[in-house]
């Protein structure tokens, strides 16, 4: 479908992610004194989230990159929640029993209550599917907290209450998240498939043949980059977890100066793209309107 090529080795830029994922060192984290139950947690999600960078990274390089939002929606929420619950040492413990045990009991209290009133309400013809269905009913859950309480809960883990916090720590480079927050605000409309995802889809794969493909390659640039920093943010979090040297992270992201440069050359096509395009619309209508 198209002819461009992300002009970034593939094997190079991935290793920049796995190298990363190599400071974290095992025996550093059996030292490290917290809980089998934290290494256990933020190790999955880390995993995850590198799990999920690769899928991203196929789907950049041939030009799909309004289809890797949806992808990259899923692991800022991932990178997110794993910031969150290891930013705070004093809060970790209870962090982790919310994200493992409160919230998949509220989540299953939930579905329990809807599966009971789905069953009451449909006849299935299909012995399998009403089985399954069934199933989950079967799994009943005590639940300790009222409605309120689980609002409560719920709400100290959605996006805007999670950054909030993770802000308020006033980590150098964690500003960023303010960016994201917007983004994550943007990409819903890729997930819901709303009128403004047709409209964004349609508008930019309908362009003259130039213009759509400097589109996507600018849009190559701010996709890579924003890998890059959710990979960068969670290392350093973790590092400062574990009780291991920051200094590492800063001399292993040295001695990949040449390949950053090249992600900041991309990214910088996409500040530039914006700038012509879309800057000089909102500066004329702001102008108009005064």
């Given at each position: 479908?198209?002819?461009?090529?992300?002009?970034?080795?593939?094997?190079?830029?991935?290793?920049?992610?796995?190298?990363?994922?190599?400071?974290?060192?095992?025996?550093?984290?059996?030292?490290?004194?917290?809980?089998?139950?934290?290494?256990?947690?933020?190790?999955?999600?880390?995993?995850?989230?590198?799990?999920?960078?690769?899928?991203?990274?196929?789907?950049?390089?041939?030009?799909?990159?309004?289809?890797?939002?949806?992808?990259?929606?899923?692991?800022?929420?991932?990178?997110?929640?794993?910031?969150?619950?290891?930013?705070?040492?004093?809060?970790?413990?209870?962090?982790?029993?919310?994200?493992?045990?409160?919230?998949?009991?509220?989540?299953?209290?939930?579905?329990?209550?809807?599966?009971?009133?789905?069953?009451?309400?449909?006849?299935?013809?299909?012995?399998?599917?009403?089985?399954?269905?069934?199933?989950?009913?079967?799994?009943?859950?005590?639940?300790?907290?009222?409605?309120?309480?689980?609002?409560?809960?719920?709400?100290?883990?959605?996006?805007?209450?999670?950054?909030?916090?993770?802000?308020?720590?006033?980590?150098?480079?964690?500003?960023?998240?303010?960016?994201?927050?917007?983004?994550?605000?943007?990409?819903?409309?890729?997930?819901?498939?709303?009128?403004?995802?047709?409209?964004?889809?349609?508008?930019?794969?309908?362009?003259?043949?130039?213009e759509e493909e400097l589109l996507t390659l600018a849009h190559m640039g701010r996709e890579l980059m924003d890998l890059y920093i959710f990979n960068t943010m969670r290392t350093y979090s973790l590092l400062r977890l574990y009780n291991i040297n920051i200094k590492t992270l800063y001399q292993y992201l040295e001695s990949k100066k040449n390949i950053i440069d090249k992600i900041s050359?991309?990214?910088?096509?996409?500040?530039?793209?914006?700038?012509?395009?879309?800057?000089?619309?909102?500066?004329?209508?702001?102008?108009?309107?005064?």
């Open positions: 479908m198209f002819e461009i090529k992300c002009p970034i080795d593939p094997k190079e830029y991935m290793n920049l992610h796995l190298d990363m994922l190599k400071l974290l060192q095992y025996d550093a984290i059996k030292s490290c004194g917290l809980s089998k139950d934290v290494i256990d947690l933020t190790t999955r999600l880390n995993w995850h989230c590198i799990m999920l960078t690769q899928p991203c990274m196929e789907l950049i390089w041939p030009g799909f990159v309004w289809q890797t939002e949806i992808l990259e929606r899923s692991l800022l929420e991932a990178t997110i929640k794993l910031i969150y619950i290891s930013i705070d040492k004093t809060k970790i413990d209870q962090k982790v029993d919310e994200f493992q045990n409160v919230i998949s009991d509220i989540n299953q209290y939930k579905r329990r209550k809807e599966m009971v009133e789905l069953l009451n309400g449909v006849n299935f013809d299909n012995d399998v599917t009403k089985h399954t269905y069934q199933t989950v009913t079967k799994n009943n859950v005590d639940m300790k907290f009222n409605k309120n309480e689980r609002k409560k809960i719920l709400e100290r883990w959605t996006f805007n209450s999670m950054t909030k916090e993770i802000d308020s720590y006033k980590i150098d480079g964690f500003d960023r998240l303010k960016y994201f927050q917007n983004y994550y605000s943007n990409t819903s409309h890729y997930i819901h498939v709303d009128i403004d995802c047709l409209n964004l889809i349609w508008d930019r794969e309908n362009r003259d043949a130039d050359l991309l990214e910088k096509k996409w500040n530039d793209f914006n700038r012509d395009h879309y800057m000089k619309f909102w500066i004329g209508s702001k102008n108009l309107i005064k």
